[in-house]
C-alpha cells in the first residue's frame, strides 16, 4: 500500500524558533498534498492544501507567513511552522493522494507531535 | 460550522458485540464518505468508504451505512475485537474536490 513519511515524529522547541516539518510520500507520485492540524480531543482541522510547483492554498484562518509549505516536488512538501509559540504546540499531519486517483483514500503520515517551550 | 459531526464523543463496547458510530453531516455536496481509524500519536489509517450512489458497503467485519436524505452514515463493526480500541473519523469528500472534511471523532474502546 502506498506511504507516505513523516518526519520529525516528535520536536520540541523553543519559543521564537522556527521548526520545518518533511511529508515523503514514498512510493507514489502525489501532485498534492494536505496539513492538518489536530489539537486534543477534537477534529482534523485541514490547515492547507500544498500544490507541487505552485502556491500553496490555505484555509481561512490559517496565518500562511507562520505556516510555510513548500511543495518542491512530487514526493515532498514541507511545513514550515516560523517563529513558533507555545499555543502552535500540536499534533501536525500531512496527507497525500496518488496522481489521477482523485477518489482514492487519502493516505495519511503518522504525525508530528510539535511542543512549544 | 461543523459540516460532519460525530455527537458521540466515546463509546465502549464488549468483545464480541457489535460497535455502530455514527455521523451526521450537513453539507449536501460530499458525495464521497470516507472512515478512518486512529491510534494515539500516528496518522490516520483508511478503513471503508462510501460513495453517495451507494446505501451499503461492506468489507470484512466493517460495515458503512449510508442514509442519503438523513445526511447519515454509520459504521458496524462485527464482531469487535479488543485491536479495534481507536478512535474513528468519518469524512466527506465534495464531487469533483479532494478536500477531506472530517468529523470530531469518536474514541472506542472495546473491553473483554
Known amino acids: 500500500g502506498a506511504v507516505v513519511s513523516q518526519h520529525p515524529s516528535w520536536v520540541i522547541c523553543k519559543s521564537g524558533t522556527s521548526v520545518k516539518i518533511e511529508c515523503r510520500s514514498l512510493d507514489f507520485q502525489a501532485t498534492t498534498m494536505f496539513w492538518y492540524r489536530q489539537f486534543p480531543k477534537q477534529s482534523l482541522m485541514l490547515m492547507a492544501t500544498s500544490n507541487e510547483g505552485s502556491k500553496a492554498t490555505y484555509e481561512q484562518g490559517v496565518e500562511k507567513d507562520k505556516f510555510l509549505i513548500n511543495h518542491a516536488s512530487l514526493t515532498l512538501s514541507t511545513l514550515t511552522v516560523t517563529s513558533a509559540h507555545p499555543e502552535d504546540s500540536s499534533f501536525y499531519i500531512c496527507?497525500?493522494?496518488?496522481?489521477?486517483?482523485?477518489?482514492?483514500?487519502?493516505?495519511f503520515g503518522n504525525g508530528t507531535r510539535l511542543t512549544v517551550t | 460550522d461543523q459540516q460532519v459531526k460525530q455527537n458521540s464523543p466515546s463509546l465502549s463496547v464488549q468483545e464480541g458485540r457489535i460497535s455502530i458510530l455514527n455521523c451526521d453531516y450537513t453539507?449536501?455536496?460530499?458525495?464521497?464518505f470516507l472512515w478512518y481509524k486512529k491510534y494515539p500519536a500516528e496518522g490516520p489509517t483508511f478503513l471503508i468508504s462510501i460513495s453517495s450512489i451507494k446505501d451499503k458497503n461492506e468489507d470484512g467485519r466493517f460495515t458503512v451505512f449510508l442514509n442519503k436524505s438523513a445526511k447519515h452514515l454509520s459504521l458496524h463493526i462485527v464482531p469487535s475485537q479488543p485491536g479495534d480500541s481507536a478512535v474513528y473519523f468519518c469524512?466527506?469528500?465534495?464531487?469533483?474536490?479532494?478536500?477531506?472534511?472530517f468529523g470530531t471523532g469518536t474514541q472506542l474502546k472495546v473491553e473483554l
Open positions: 453539507n449536501s455536496m460530499f458525495d464521497y
Open positions: 496527507s497525500a493522494s496518488k496522481v489521477g486517483q482523485g477518489d482514492s483514500p487519502l493516505h
Open positions: 469524512a466527506g469528500f465534495p464531487g469533483g474536490g479532494n478536500k477531506l472534511t
